[in-house]
């Protein structure tokens, strides 16, 4: 892991992040999609409070729910207690922003993990950033140097890649005290769904820095290990048929599980709410075995 000091405090880092930036208000208006509270909000607004946290120094983390999170949180009480723990749970799928639509929302576009990380690096670049996650050290370490060459004003204060397992007690104190050290003030959680969620929420009480932010196979995408699907076919929400031609055996079995059964949950949902009943869609589906294939299935 590459370390350095924050270089002044936190609120002096956190101004110069906020500089021409319009802060949010500090809650956002959201509509259960499953039972999960989904942010109608856009990149704008999520910057704005990334930035407003950092420079109050209030502590949360959020979450970029696509289909697959938000059928994870079904399965998974854990996994659903962390989303709805969040500081903002935003859409990040495509799907997930036209179920917004179809209960009435005005939202325009997704926030998609990927794209607001590299805005993030752009804008606010003055704070301090760390990167946990990564298939492994080397694909990290592709990741900074990528990071780096794209954003020469970027502050990286480290990299952790953690064993794709669950951390020994010993192990957590170890990235606690690493990621507090290093005085980051984001941090980029790249290990996909459920497993970066229930790490959020795990260790937010145990961290110092202000904002923690899931996002998935951003990690992958921006160090060049996977192709991203063509704007159209994100547009048009076909980036899951896109990634399932490129990585059929691992993700046939995630899709082909989530994407029938979200149709069939939402129309549920829908259905129910047009009667004018209360939907209690965030009720689990499923038995523990699924909770630990889901997660050995799922970097999204």
Excluded at 101 to 128: F, K, T, W
Aim: aromatic fraction near 6%; charge should be negative.
């Amino acid at each position: 892991m590459r370390g350095s000091s924050a270089g002044g405090s936190r609120r002096a880092a956190g101004m110069a992040c906020l500089e021409s930036q319009s802060v949010g208000p500090a809650t956002e208006h959201t509509r259960a999609v499953l039972g999960v509270e989904v942010a109608v909000t856009d990149y704008e607004r999520e910057l704005a409070r990334m930035a407003a946290m950092v420079e109050s120094g209030s502590r949360g983390y959020i979450c970029h729910a696509a289909v697959g999170t938000l059928m994870n949180a079904r399965r998974d009480a854990q996994a659903r207690a962390a989303l709805a723990g969040a500081a903002m749970t935003v859409p990040d799928g495509m799907p997930v922003v036209w179920a917004l639509r179809a209960l009435g929302e005005r939202i325009e576009d997704r926030v998609y993990g990927p794209d607001l990380m590299l805005m993030a690096c752009e804008r606010l670049g003055d704070c301090a950033h760390f990167l946990y996650g990564g298939r492994d050290a080397e694909a990290t370490a592709t990741l900074e140097r990528r990071l780096r060459e794209r954003f020469p004003d970027l502050r990286l204060a480290g990299s952790l890649t953690p064993p794709f397992r669950e951390l020994t007690a010993a192990e957590e104190d170890d990235v606690a005290s690493r990621i507090d050290a290093s005085g980051a003030e984001v941090v980029w959680v790249g290990t996909g769904s459920p497993r970066q969620e229930k790490w959020m929420a795990s260790m937010r009480p145990r961290l110092r820095t202000p904002v923690l932010v899931g996002v998935g196979a951003a990690f992958d995408f921006h160090a060049g290990l996977v192709p991203q699907a063509p704007g159209w076919m994100q547009r048009h929400g076909l980036e899951w048929l896109f990634r399932l031609r490129a990585e059929p055996r691992r993700l046939a079995p995630r899709y082909l599980r989530d994407n029938p059964a979200f149709i069939a949950a939402f129309a549920r949902q829908w259905l129910t709410e047009r009667r004018g009943s209360s939907p209690h869609e965030g009720d689990g589906e499923a038995g523990g075995g699924e909770e630990r294939e889901a997660e050995e299935a799922d970097q999204r």
